[in-house]
């Protein structure tokens, strides 16, 4: 790099630095990708902040790639919440991950603790260990809010032309670089996928975004009498927005990412399929086919979202049940399943 270039990067970082201690949204740089080294970086374009009526997104992706013959089934799930404006500009984004495994041995025998509370990596914090262990200079949850937060106020164009370059990491010497160190390009994806999935379901701009799961492997088996064993973690989710204490829009999705072995421990499960959640599945869920409910497991969810939007939290744990579902007559029309899990989730939400 000549003095002129080094002169000029060096002032453009001054710049940014600058705009961003007034308040200003700070201007990110792309790697350069010129095969003859000279940059020709473009300052990455800032939008105004959202006003009105936004939508609200969920995504929530999930692989098991990671399992192993006789040792494991790895889970890896990324969820990411945004509310979206009418242009498609990112009015506010989190992110979170969660990372488990279902041991099992060379039997076919569950060795996990079924009842091992499984948290999330913004949730295990600093004892995730990246820094401790890792040597990192940040925590996970520090470099995933530091990509959510360069997240806003983009569109998934302008966030993928910016926050990652051609391997999914962030580009080298921008700010983004400097706080996160981890591979982004899943992350970016996830982001993408929550603005497609967005819709109007009550939230205004500067509303608080809030994303909770709540994970279980306790429904995973050992190989018996001639059946596979499964390893299952089961992960409901929910994205929602909150005025003061009120709820102004939610959605809820759930996942249950099975990975199936025989009594050697020997994987019989596709581990390159995609793991769908039961929104995803939509009707192929199978409770209104095969058990004769009257509306589907997605369905079903979305009405309780819409229910219990415009309320607060201590009203959603006070919905009337009959035998764990809901006897509420404006309720019950819709959703016959429990809910007790939904309003455990708002309820972890509303904490949050």
């Given at each position: 790099?000549?003095?002129?270039?080094?002169?000029?990067?060096?002032?453009?970082?001054?710049?940014?630095?600058?705009?961003?201690?007034?308040?200003?949204?700070?201007?990110?740089?792309?790697?350069?990708?010129?095969?003859?080294?000279?940059?020709?970086?473009?300052?990455?374009?800032?939008?105004?902040?959202?006003?009105?009526?936004?939508?609200?997104?969920?995504?929530?992706?999930?692989?098991?790639?990671?399992?192993?013959?006789?040792?494991?089934?790895?889970?890896?799930?990324?969820?990411?919440?945004?509310?979206?404006?009418?242009?498609?500009?990112?009015?506010?984004?989190?992110?979170?991950?969660?990372?488990?495994?279902?041991?099992?041995?060379?039997?076919?025998?569950?060795?996990a603790d079924l009842s091992a509370e499984i948290k999330s990596?913004?949730?295990?914090?600093d004892s995730y260990g990246m820094v401790n262990y890792g040597?990192?200079?940040?925590?996970?949850?520090?470099?995933?809010?530091?990509?959510?937060?360069?997240?806003?106020?983009?569109?998934?164009?302008?966030?993928?032309?910016?926050?990652?370059?051609?391997?999914?990491?962030?580009?080298?010497?921008?700010?983004?670089?400097?706080?996160?160190?981890?591979?982004?390009?899943?992350?970016?994806?996830?982001?993408?996928?929550?603005?497609?999935?967005?819709?109007?379901?009550?939230?205004?701009?500067?509303?608080?975004?809030?994303l909770a799961a709540i994970s279980s492997i306790a429904d995973?088996?050992?190989?018996?009498?001639?059946?596979?064993?499964?390893?299952?973690?089961?992960?409901?989710?929910?994205?929602?927005?909150?005025?003061?204490?009120?709820?102004?829009?939610?959605?809820?999705?759930?996942?249950?990412?099975?990975?199936?072995?025989?009594?050697?421990?020997?994987?019989?499960?596709?581990?390159?399929?995609?793991?769908?959640?039961?929104?995803?599945?939509?009707?192929?869920?199978?409770?209104?086919?095969?058990?004769?409910?009257?509306?589907?497991?997605?369905?079903?969810?979305?009405?309780?979202?819409?229910?219990?939007?415009?309320?607060?939290?201590?009203?959603?744990?006070?919905?009337?049940?009959?035998?764990?579902?809901?006897?509420?007559?404006?309720?019950?029309?819709?959703?016959?399943?429990?809910?007790?899990?939904?309003?455990?989730?708002?309820?972890?939400?509303?904490?949050?």
């Amino acid at each position: 790099m000549n003095k002129r270039i080094a002169l000029f990067l060096a002032l453009a970082l001054i710049v940014g630095l600058a705009a961003g201690c007034a308040g200003t949204p700070v201007v990110y740089y792309s790697d350069c990708t010129c095969p003859t080294g000279t940059h020709t970086n473009t300052p990455q374009p800032t939008n105004p902040p959202a006003e009105g009526a936004v939508k609200t997104g969920l995504a929530v992706i999930t692989s098991v790639s990671g399992s192993e013959n006789a040792s494991h089934a790895n889970y890896d799930v990324t969820l990411v919440a945004v509310t979206v404006d009418e242009k498609g500009i990112i009015d506010s984004c989190v992110i979170d991950s969660i990372g488990t495994k279902v041991t099992f041995d060379a039997t076919g025998s569950i060795t996990a603790d079924l009842s091992a509370e499984i948290k999330s990596k913004n949730e295990l914090g600093d004892s995730y260990g990246m820094v401790n262990y890792g040597q990192a200079k940040y925590e996970w949850y520090q470099q995933a809010a530091a990509l959510a937060d360069y997240a806003e106020g983009k569109t998934v164009s302008e966030l993928k032309n910016g926050a990652i370059n051609e391997s999914g990491y962030a580009p080298d010497g921008s700010d983004l670089a400097s706080m996160a160190t981890i591979y982004l390009g899943d992350y970016v994806s996830a982001i993408e996928t929550a603005v497609s999935n967005a819709k109007h379901l009550g939230a205004q701009a500067g509303d608080e975004l809030r994303l909770a799961a709540i994970s279980s492997i306790a429904d995973s088996t050992s190989a018996a009498d001639g059946k596979d064993g499964t390893a299952q973690l089961n992960v409901d989710v929910t994205a929602l927005t909150v005025k003061g204490s009120v709820i102004t829009s939610c959605c809820i999705d759930s996942v249950q990412a099975k990975v199936s072995f025989d009594a050697a421990g020997t994987i019989t499960t596709d581990l390159t399929a995609p793991v769908q959640t039961k929104t995803q599945l939509g009707d192929s869920y199978g409770m209104v086919a095969w058990g004769g409910a009257k509306y589907e497991w997605y369905q079903q969810a979305a009405n309780f979202a819409s229910y219990v939007t415009g309320k607060t939290a201590a009203q959603v744990a006070g919905i009337a049940v009959t035998e764990g579902k809901p006897s509420d007559a404006d309720l019950s029309s819709s959703v016959t399943i429990a809910i007790g899990g939904f309003q455990a989730l708002i309820a972890k939400a509303m904490q949050s």
